[in-house]
């Protein structure tokens, strides 16, 4: 079983998971707690998030692949927002204290939808430098295993340049 998840669970349903979920794959959306009030309501989100995903990764550990399907472990996503609104040079260091093998899905694919023009600092798409810097912050932290948009870096055809520079 795959538990698709907002990465803002409480422990305790989190642990009434235990034994029934394989891959847990939590949002993780903010490394600022101001900036994930303001923008999506929720108080001390840098602390449930790190529990969270310390409690689901006690439980399934690093993701295991049997060729290219999951079977088990944790597997992150974080959605890049323009002006890195979503203080990625917070969040990785996060991440990467968790287990250095976690994976990170690094999304580039932000675009303003619905009342996003409410909040001048999400009026834009993400820039690809801004992805870039997402994955240089991941790689810089101690973080592994990236994925761009869900691919390895090395299969990406998007941004070659930028495959290069993460590697280093």
């Known amino acids: 079983m795959v538990w698709n998840c907002g990465g803002y669970e409480s422990l305790e349903a989190l642990r009434l998971l235990e ?9 993780a959306k903010y490394g600022d707690d101001e900036t994930a009030f303001a923008l999506s309501g929720c108080r001390d989100y840098t602390f449930a998030l790190d529990e ?10 690093d993701l295991e692949l049997d060729g290219e399907l999951a079977v088990r472990g944790l597997l992150v996503r974080h959605l890049v927002l323009p002006y890195e609104a979503a203080a990625p040079a917070r969040l990785m260091p996060l991440l990467a204290a968790i287990s250095p093998a976690l994976w990170m899905n690094v999304m580039s694919q932000y675009r303003p939808v619905y009342q996003a023009s409410l909040f001048p600092i999400l009026a834009r798409a993400a820039q690809p430098a801004e992805v870039q810097s997402a994955l240089l912050l991941a790689r810089r932290a101690g973080l592994r295993n990236l994925l761009m948009d869900g691919r390895p870096l090395e299969l990406s055809i998007a941004q070659p340049d930028l495959i290069a520079t993460v590697r280093n």
């Open 19 to 27: 034994g029934v979920v394989d891959v847990y794959l939590p949002d």
């Open 52 to 61: 969270g995903l310390r409690e689901m990764h006690r439980q399934v550990g």
